[in-house]
């Protein structure tokens, strides 16, 4: 072994009682160095750093080699585990969030962090939280420490992640998808964050992802893995220009290619004219109150019959709160006129009539399925509500019909959404959306936690929904590739306000505005 190895792994295999997770996988993490490891969900990425830092449950076995600075990881005991984690080795999860408590503020946790791995009083561990959260370019760091991680940003979570998992100086650093659900711009600064504190503290990272553009640009060398399997590894640039093997060859080619098919209808579906949404600030004892945050500045916009509008833009620009107002599932001002009908000025059953004809895809379909009702169920709720009068029989046929059409199998209907994989269940929750034959669907950020290979099935099923259907649709992405296979229009957000508009093949391939260039230069959106 190199004398420079952080972490080796030699013949290792993580087997669930007769499944087999991950087999006879080797490899190496040198100081210095990030090794991606890589491949679509399933592959056996995550469960690889969970089983090499004995994470896993019970029922898992786990054989091999597993070293950390030559040191042997199979003997360890529960308390030196506990030792090592947090101290020698640091982790940084997909969705900070969940991986944050949400019952202590910001300093609270970090401070946590330091004084279980040092002998630090609490005022000491409090001063190094600040010194973690300046290092890690967080604004106002010393207001941040009181603060609680549902009042950050998505950006702002990981960066405290980050700082969590660097404040022991740990030799090696797991980053499982860090920036999956950040926008362009933050993944940049992350990863950049990320290369620069590895540098200043000669870090082995090993780096989990899906996203071979992250990959090409930020990794040293890379392990494609595929059911557990390693399928190739070595420099970044070698395996990327001359890949040996055909999955490689299947994950480099699975970009989101083409065009939207041109909207022929110059039918107007929808229109807002002086969209506006306001939301009243919290008032603090005995203080003024504070003039409202304006989360979407007054705004106009038109969709004809199977078209799509990308809209796009970082966190916070507005783009959700907009597709929101449009649907009237938020306090707006504004007209908006769908099919003809006023939405602005209904209440009630009128606007609920309304509903059947304008539905919503969520960003994370596992957090808008209903955990505890078979798929039938989820599919068919609002088809019971809108027509009462169908059969049961009817019912069924309707739900069979629909899963076919979005590419599932009849089977899946007495099954749990628990039960499938992150592309299934966005395809079921299409499927929820579309049975009711809406005429305008939001899909916010329907794509953003999904592996390259499903995003381009999932972008091929909407584009046929489209054309079979006429629906249209507003795509909400930060990712811009994915918007130039989508839309036919784009209109760029930032801070609530419309910074660009127009053709979409235009804007992307000539914007007119500094924020544009600058979204595209984060992206590295390639010309094709």
Known sequence: MNSDTVLSLDNFSIAFGSLSAVERLSLRVDAGETLALVGESGSGKSVTALGAMGLLPGNARVDGSRKLVGHDLSELDETQWHRLRGNQVGFIFQEPMTSLNPLHTVGKQVGEALRLHGDVTRRAARRKAHELL??????????????????????????????????????????????????????????????????????????????????????????VLYRGREQESGDVQEVFERPRSA???????????????PCQSEDTLLTANRLSVAFRRPRRLFARRRAPFIAVQP?????????????????????????????RLNQATGQVTLDGARLDTLSGKGLRRQRQHMQIVFQDPYGSLSPRMPVAEVISEGLRFHAPRLTEQAVRDRVAAT?????????????????????????????????????????????????RTVQKQ?????????????????????????????????????????????????????????????LLKAAALSDD
């Open 247 to 261: 999955y490689t060859r299947t994950l480099l080619a699975a970009e989101p290619e083409g065009r939207p098919a």
């Open 403 to 451: 899963l076919r059409e979005v590419g599932l199998p009849e089977d899946v209907a007495s099954r749990y959404s628990h039960e499938f994989s992150g592309g299934q269940r966005q395809r079921i929750a299409i499927a929820r959306a579309i049975i009711l034959e809406p005429k305008l669907l939001i899909l916010d950020e329907p794509t953003s936690a999904l592996d």
């Open 134 to 223: 300046e290092q890690v370019q967080l604004p106002r760091p010393g207001e941040l420490l009181d603060a609680w991680p549902h009042q950050l940003s998505g950006g702002q979570r990981q960066r405290v992640m980050i700082a969590l998992a660097i404040a022991n100086r740990p030799r090696l650093l797991i980053a499982d998808e860090p920036t999956t659900a950040l926008d362009v711009t933050v993944q940049q600064d992350i990863l950049q964050l990320l290369r620069d504190l590895q540098k200043n503290h000669g870090m082995a990272m090993l780096f989990i992802t899906h996203d071979l553009n992250l990959v090409r640009r930020h990794a040293d060398r890379v392990c």
């Open 299 to 327: 705004l106009d916009l038109r969709l004809a019959r199977g078209e799509t509008l990308g809209v796009v833009g970082e966190s916070g620009s507005g783009k959700t709160t907009l597709g929101l107002a449009l649907l």
């Open 458 to 518: 999932l972008i091929t099923l909407l584009r046929e929904l489209q054309a079979r259907r006429g629906l249209s649709y507003v795509f909400i992405s930060h990712d811009l590739s994915v918007v130039r296979a989508m839309a036919h229009r784009v209109m760029v957000m930032k801070n609530g306000e419309v910074v660009e508009h127009g053709d979409c093949d235009r804007v992307l391939r000539n914007p007119a505005s500094d924020y544009t260039r600058a």
